[in-house]
């Protein structure tokens, strides 16, 4: 791999701008820099130099440094991109957006659309979990980060540039941009890999800290072995956390970072600090392996020595600013991740959302705050709004969670000092295990600190207690379910799909072109398969009733009831029941109605968990953290029926997929992901426009009256509401009336 690597770098731009290539003594690793270096410049091979002595001329905000890097890219012949959610619902293989190139995975990089410009520049938000148990203890670690980047999609007919132009680029950026001293820069060569690409990178090094990676994706990894890839990728990350806290200096990147934010939270704990005190102690943390207690114990142990105090001294100071970082650290991940529609819950993207709330509650707690959460959201709402607006306008919607989240949270410690003495006292002296503390985390939102706290016996913490509940909720949420398209032969005729292109079509002539297990397959159909939520059509063929129709891959199966006669070749007549589909229609499109007025009644935090729409009734499941109340429901019903009468229409269109997402957004995926480079798009003029492949009615008032049966919290943060409408609804109301009547 080293001679791999160093044929990869041997870089025009390095030559004739005078690099050197080194190998670093402590590590091991090659670098180039044009100045005369000894070590890479990493830490452990080198610590924190920039503590107090910043490379850059003037210090800079977040914002500032944003939109300095932005701007930069900008003027160097790069599209401005804006930020895409956090919550990644493009995809179905993750929860959170992590890097910025998970924006482009899977359909830019596949080919299947292009990217939204190229090249382009991009602040992503991003959130990870790996190094929850860091957060505030190294002084670096954050699980909301802003990635910066520049990327390029280079294709055999069009290359835009690779390895020379981003490594010239990068370097103009901090020196010419941000004023630091070109000579300090070391660029480390590294090897890259992951979803099964791979490529040579290169860490950016600057006295001590990683300031960016330069990743040249150009590698496909195969049971073959190591193929190029049609595209070839720059991929580029740099830390805006991390360069703004190198332009300020300060003790840790929090300060840096999160503004008055820290301030106001250290005036209203009542902490003063030693700001020599933390700095070595970032400095100290810089140069260490983050894994264990016992390293954080090693850190605090060596950075009392170096300070000549007390260990007990030097946990007085830094114990509680941990806290603070926490606090500081989980708000503003809370505020971004409940802006972009997460519910805290036990399941799925709202555990994690619940998490960040339990353990900055608990910092809270530890430093007798006289403040709420909410307070702290509010705070970091109002620093980042003027550059993230949509922060500013779900405010009140952001707030209301966190005040449930945080009200619900001390509930559960009311209840928590019997529930962990309980146990305790069936354990009849033996130690808590782990899956005992995941279990009262998991079960009754118990903190492990709260437990050891509230229980009669010792008990011992792991270490990354707060990443293992985090990946263990990663692989058991994100596991596929088996598909049942492996049933059937991948060879089966293809289908055209009428019921698309005409749904008015109710009796047509066909021919059956294959039969597979019972089931018969035509070469045109207008019969609907089961799908979205929406039954299938019934009808008959030759007049044999059909009872079900699937969607296996491009094929459509039609299920008749008992044994037939017909064969492949005949030519058939097809009628499809008008009435079912006609209702199915009107709960689908009503479906629509609901989703969009639930979501502008309650907020941008609704979405949709789940539907099913057959004749008699249909229900559609919300992400919401309460059941609704009577007013609530009867509210609903209000609005859904007023959308009803003024006769909105229902445009459905197939656009491509990038055209789609640039004009409506990523509400689109309300349904899940749709795969393909063309969506079918379902637009409720003014009420909701989803990614949808269901039939409709052609204007809200096709739908008739909607009733809004009963609602019910199903799970954690996701509320049902059933529903009937068009003739299923009078029929109810005739129902009711004949009851009231007798």
């Not at 992951?194 to 990178?201: D, K, R, T």
């Not at 946990?315 to 802006?339: K, Q, W």
């Not at 968990?609 to 953290?625: C, F, P």
Request: glycine letters at 8%; aromatic letters at 10%.
């Amino acid at each position: 791999m080293l001679n791999e690597l160093a044929a990869e770098f041997q870089l025009t731009y390095f030559k004739d701008n005078d690099f050197i290539r080194k190998i670093c003594p402590k590590c091991g690793r090659a670098f180039w820099s044009q100045g005369d270096w000894p070590t890479c410049g990493e830490s452990p091979c080198e610590e924190y130099s920039f503590l107090g002595n910043s490379p850059m001329p003037r210090p800079m905000s977040i914002h500032d440094m944003r939109e300095t890097y932005l701007s930069f890219f900008e003027e160097h012949g790069h599209g401005r991109v804006r930020r895409y959610p956090i919550v990644a619902r493009w995809r179905d293989d993750v929860f959170f957006t992590q890097a910025s190139i998970y924006d482009f995975q899977p359909w830019v990089l596949n080919g299947v659309v292009e990217p939204p410009a190229n090249p382009l520049t991009i602040s992503q938000t991003c959130v990870r979990f790996n190094d929850i148990d860091n957060v505030g203890v190294t002084g670096r670690h954050f699980t909301f980060f802003e990635m910066l980047a520049h990327h390029t999609f280079n294709k055999p007919a069009k290359e835009i540039y690779f390895k020379e132009r981003t490594v010239e680029l990068c370097h103009a950026l901090l020196s010419d941009r941000l004023g630091m001293d070109p000579r300090k820069i070391r660029y480390v060569e590294e090897w890259w890999e992951g979803g099964g690409n791979s490529g040579p990178c290169m860490e950016v090094i600057l006295d001590g800290v990683e300031l960016a990676t330069l990743v040249f994706m150009q590698y496909r990894e195969t049971p073959q072995g190591r193929i190029p890839m049609d595209m070839r990728v720059v991929d580029t990350g740099y830390g805006l956390e991390r360069l703004t806290w190198v332009s300020q200096g300060t003790p840790s990147a929090y300060e840096a970072v999160f503004g008055p934010v820290v301030k106001r939270l250290q005036t209203s704990a009542g902490i003063k600090t030693d700001y020599d005190i933390l700095a070595t102690y970032s400095r100290t943390a810089g140069a260490m392996d983050m894994q264990t207690a016992a390293d954080v114990r090693n850190l605090r142990e060596t950075t009392a020595r170096r300070l000549g105090i007390s260990y007990d001294e030097l946990l007085r100071t830094v114990g509680p600013m941990e806290d603070i970082y926490i606090v500081c650290d989980h708000s503003r991940a809370l505020a971004f991740l409940l802006n972009d529609g997460v519910v805290p819950s036990n399941v799925r993207e709202g555990y994690f959302a619940r998490m960040l709330v339990r353990r900055a509650l608990r910092s809270m707690r530890t430093l007798d705050m006289q403040m709420s959460l909410s307070d702290i959201v509010g705070q970091q709402i109002d620093y980042f709004s003027p550059h993230f607006p949509d922060l500013g306008e779900n405010h009140d919607d952001i707030m209301e969670l966190v005040d449930v989240e945080e009200r619900r949270y001390y509930e559960t410690l009311d209840r928590g000092r019997s529930i962990v003495r309980r146990m305790t006292r069936e354990l009849r002296g033996n130690p808590v295990t782990t899956d005992q503390l995941i279990e009262l985390y998991d079960s009754h939102g118990l903190n492990p600190e709260i437990v050891r706290e509230f229980s009669d016996v010792p008990i011992e913490i792991p270490d990354n207690f707060y990443q293992m509940v985090a990946k263990r909720h990663e692989d058991t949420a994100m596991a596929e379910e088996a598909s049942t398209t492996e049933e059937y032969p991948s060879d089966m005729p293809e289908t055209i799909m009428g019921y698309y292109e005409d749904p008015k079509i109710m009796v047509f002539q066909s021919k059956i072109v294959g039969m597979e297990k019972g089931a018969i397959i035509l070469d045109r159909t207008y019969f609907y398969p089961e799908g979205g939520g929406q039954e299938a059509d019934y009808g008959t063929i030759n007049g044999l009733k059909v009872v079900n129709v699937q969607k296996v891959r491009k094929t459509i199966l039609h299920f008749l009831e008992g044994k037939h006669d017909l064969t492949i070749g005949q030519e058939v007549t097809c009628a499809i029941a008008e009435d079912r589909r006609r209702q199915l229609m009107r709960h689908h499109t009503a479906a629509h109605i609901i989703n969009g007025t639930a979501q502008r009644m309650l907020g941008n935090h609704v979405w949709q968990s789940g539907a099913h729409k057959s004749v008699d009734e249909a229900r559609l499941d919300i992400t919401h953290y309460e059941n609704f109340s009577d007013e609530q429901r009867e509210e609903l019903e209000r609005r859904c029926n007023e959308i009803v009468l003024e006769d909105h229409p229902v445009e459905i269109k197939f656009m491509p997929r990038d055209e789609a997402e640039a004009r409506f957004g990523f509400r689109l995926y309300q349904g899940g992901v749709v795969p393909g480079k063309i969506i079918r798009v379902v637009n409720t003029t003014g009420v909701d426009v989803e990614a949808c492949g269901g039939l409709h009615c052609e204007r809200t008032s096709h739908v008739g009256p909607i009733r809004i049966l009963r609602t019910k919290r199903i799970q954690d943060g996701v509320v049902r509401i059933e529903y009937s409408a068009g003739l299923a609804a009078v029929s109810g109301m005739q129902a009711d009336k004949a009851c009231v009547d007798m």
